[in-house]
């Protein structure tokens, strides 16, 4: 029982993940990418569920990067079109799941359609406070960050505050993650090494677990061999 205790202690209380290798996987199978996409959203599904089960209360994920509208019309389109069936399955089962879900990122320049049903989901599901997933869309960190600082200005300028006054918890108070704590697992999945413009802020000291398995193949055995990694580190804080 006691054990037991301790294991749930060391439970990250938040897990990041960058859902990398989607390309990759539906390459793999000869399947074009927006195959991918979509096995890589039902992974999603999945790991949500799995995350909720065991106790983590906030997943925070990668959905659409700042750079993504780079990629090809009709992958865009599709990748939309995913979180579109998301969002309309969350309010739909909203009273069963009772999930919170936020988004992080300009969701401006995202269609009406969309703005509109992750505008529902928001709202209708503010009421939820044991598990949350923050939907990252149209994001990327410096973006963040910038904003920040220009509310910053802006409300020196306007109100007479001193800049000199900025302290960590006012910066952390004006990105799209607010009122979430910061990561403490980042997961990369699809083989790569970096961070590429995600929670860069907030990962100032959230341990990093990379892995070679594409994000669509990604199971809950793989989070548990991430959890229980994290779980094997020794979190300094910068301390001894
Ligand atoms: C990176 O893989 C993945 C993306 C840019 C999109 C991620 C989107 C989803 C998993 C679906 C979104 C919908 C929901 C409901 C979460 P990649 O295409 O860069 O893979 P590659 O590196 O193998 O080419």
Redesign the pocket.
Known sequence: MAKKRENEAAMPRHIAI??????????KRLLP?TA???A??E???RIALYCREIGVKYLT?????TE?WK?PQE?VSK?MG??K???LESIRDMQKNHVRIEFFGDLTALSPELQDLAAEARKESEVFTDSQVN?CINYGSRDEMLRAARAWAKRCAETGEDPESLTEETFSSLLYSADVPDPDLIIRP?G?LRISNFLLWQAAYAELYFTDV??PDFDERELDRAVAAYQARNRRFGGI
């Open positions: 960058i859902m990398d290798g989607n390309g990759r996987w539906a390459k990418r991918g996409h979509a890589g959203a992974t999603f599904r994920v990668y959905a659409f990067s993504n990629r992958e990748i995913l979180m069936d998301y969002l939907m699809g790569e594409l994000w």
